[in-house]
């Protein structure tokens, strides 16, 4: 079993004198002014797997994807696979987010798909339905708000500077496909009435669910995998027991709550016991 990584804590701070000075309101310079974003973050293969889950952060962005496992019998057009597809696609947010400027996260993420899809270099067949691809979770902090991004069944947790949990933000699409085969699936992939994922149509970013929260000190975001999400889906446990879990300590011990309670079994309806698992949980100070 490949044992999980744990960043442990890594905090980016600057002043006015550093490089996120550039970070600007209303196109005027914020003086004097001292933020944190304090990020931890754990990822862990299933074992006996590659990790198809990438976690990459910035000095004032996260990056979290889960790429869609294909199985070895299942054609899909392409000669990349999903490892490939979320080291491309996280490399292409990152450069795009490191940019200056604040355009709209969708606009991102659309940007960085057509960058992907460029760079199949042409091997590829780009209309198949099984091509791969990944969800998507993204961040961003601005001196007032933290820009948030979700695609498909990656999930985001809000928590207020009092520690209450204010909004659970799941992209609930791909709930109605349970019960479809997989071809079934593919085919209501990237469609209207289907699900969306980022793969191969850049336009699949604006389905995205996006929105904003104060940026207040203590305020913080969970983000994680379905490889995690599956505590609170079909393990018993509520986001509450799993935020207070990744507060309590190294982000592993979230990790190892997963692989905990797949040692009894597989998620009920589903035949993949261990799935890639990646938590991250940033947190905003002044
Ligand atoms: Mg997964
Ligand atoms: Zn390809």
């Known amino acids: 079993m490949n044992p999980p990584r744990d960043i442990?804590?890594?905090?980016?701070?600057?002043d006015t004198r550093g490089p996120r000075a550039a970070l600007e309101r209303g196109g005027v310079a914020v003086a004097g002014r001292e933020w944190w974003m304090d990020v931890r973050f754990a990822t862990s293969a299933a074992p006996g797997r590659p990790n198809e889950d990438l976690v990459l952060a910035g000095n004032d962005f996260l990056i979290l994807l889960d790429g869609v496992t294909s199985p070895p019998?299942?054609?899909t057009g392409c000669t990349h696979d999903p490892v490939w597809l979320v080291r491309t696609l996280g490399a292409a947010l990152a450069q795009r987010l490191s940019a200056p400027g604040t355009r709209p996260l969708t606009e991102v993420l659309a940007d960085a798909i057509a960058a992907v899809r460029a760079?199949?270099?042409?091997?590829?067949?780009l209309s198949h339905p099984e091509s791969p691809s990944s969800?998507?979770?993204?961040?961003?902090?601005?001196?007032?708000?933290?820009?948030?991004?979700?695609?498909c069944d990656s999930a985001l947790v809000l928590v207020g500077p009092g520690g209450e949990i204010?909004?659970?933000?799941?992209?609930?699409?791909?709930?109605?496909?349970?019960?479809?085969?997989?071809?079934?699936?593919?085919g209501w992939r990237n469609r209207r009435g289907g699900f969306w994922v980022a793969s191969t149509d850049p336009d699949a970013?604006?389905?995205?669910?996006?929105?904003?929260?104060?940026?207040?000190?203590?305020?913080?975001?969970?983000a994680c995998t379905d490889g995690i999400s599956r505590l609170v889906?079909?393990?018993g446990y509520s986001w509450r027991e799993v935020i207070d879990l990744a507060a309590a300590g190294p982000m592993r011990g979230v990790v190892h709550a997963v692989r905990a309670a797949e040692s009894h079994g597989p998620p009920p309806g589903s035949r993949k016991q261990h799935d890639d698992a990646t938590a991250a949980l940033c947190t905003f100070l002044d």
Request: hydrophobic share 40%.
């Open 73 to 75: 019998h299942v054609p």
């Open 8 to 14: 442990g804590a890594c905090s980016v701070a600057t």
């Open 233 to 235: 889906d079909h393990y």
């Open 166 to 186: 204010s909004r659970v933000v799941t992209d609930d699409r791909t709930a109605a496909m349970r019960g479809l085969t997989r071809a079934e699936v593919a």
């Open 135 to 151: 969800t998507v979770v993204l961040l961003r902090e601005r001196p007032d708000l933290v820009d948030y991004l979700v695609l």
């Open 205 to 222: 970013a604006r389905e995205a669910l996006t929105g904003a929260l104060p940026r207040v000190p203590t305020t913080s975001v969970f």
């Open 119 to 125: 760079a199949h270099g042409g091997t590829c067949d």
